[in-house]
């Protein structure tokens, strides 16, 4: 059964500090990995997708790399803002016909003025 | 705007009272999925619908059901509201194995 971890549970920076946030996950036959942010009390919003053929992927200043064969994904966040904050979460699709996602449990990212 | 969309975005249910969470999408994609999200935690996949099919997760409590009328719209339905179901519901659509769309979430308060 795939299982999703992330560490750390929670993460305080000061603005401008580069940042980096994990993601591990025990059964290494996913399709795909996609790193989502949620802001208190919303929903999802789709950050980055990698699929199982990548080994990273860029938006901005967001950076997210997998090894799949190690079962880790990280996102990179560079010079980190206030508007960072918010939590980080990281899911995994495995095989099969349908987008199902396992999560992990989130980093909640407190960026500091 | 194609979209999830789902209603409302706060609900407050009576400990024991029925009640039901909506979602619609314009997207017309075939499978609609339902997890639940409890504060601090990961969100849990509840059951999807492929199509027609309905597909249980094997841990989803029987207190929890699901409707699809049509393409469209999926509702999610909780018989008997307890205080450990207040969560924020999450529905998502896909084509097949696509990455999911996600709606807003309904956060749900039983009293």
């Known amino acids: 059964k795939q299982e999703v971890t992330q560490i750390p549970a929670a993460l305080s920076v000061p603005e401008g500090e580069n940042l980096v946030l994990n993601c591990s996950f025990t059964?290494?036959?996913?399709?795909?990995l996609q790193w989502f942010r949620q802001d208190p009390g919303k929903g999802l919003t789709s950050l980055l997708l990698?699929?199982?053929?990548?080994r990273e992927q860029t938006s901005g200043r967001l950076n997210a790399s997998l090894d799949k064969s190690s079962g880790r994904s990280t996102l990179y966040i560079a010079a980190s803002q206030p508007g960072d904050s918010a939590t980080y979460l990281c899911a995994v699709h495995g095989s099969g016909n349908t987008g199902k996602l396992i999560f992990g449990q989130g980093t909640t990212l407190q960026v500091k003025p | 705007d194609a979209m999830v969309i789902q209603n409302p975005r706060y609900q407050v249910t009576q400990f024991g009272k029925p009640v039901t969470l909506s979602c619609s999408q314009t997207?017309?994609?075939?499978?609609m999925y339902w997890y639940q999200q409890k504060s601090s935690q990961a969100p849990k996949l509840l059951f999807h619908?492929?199509?027609?099919?309905?597909?249980n997760e094997a841990d989803t409590p029987d207190n929890f059901q699901s409707r699809r009328p049509n393409t469209s719209f999926c509702f999610l339905d909780i018989r008997s509201p307890g205080l450990g179901d207040a969560a924020m519901y999450l529905c998502?659509?896909?084509?097949?194995?696509?990455?999911?769309?996600f709606g807003s979430g309904t956060r749900l308060t039983v009293v």
């Open positions: 059964d290494s036959a996913i399709y795909n």
């Open positions: 997207l017309n994609h075939n499978v």
């Open positions: 990698i699929q199982s053929s990548q």
């Open positions: 619908y492929y199509d027609k099919d309905f597909n």
């Open positions: 998502a659509t896909s084509r097949d194995s696509s990455p999911p769309t």
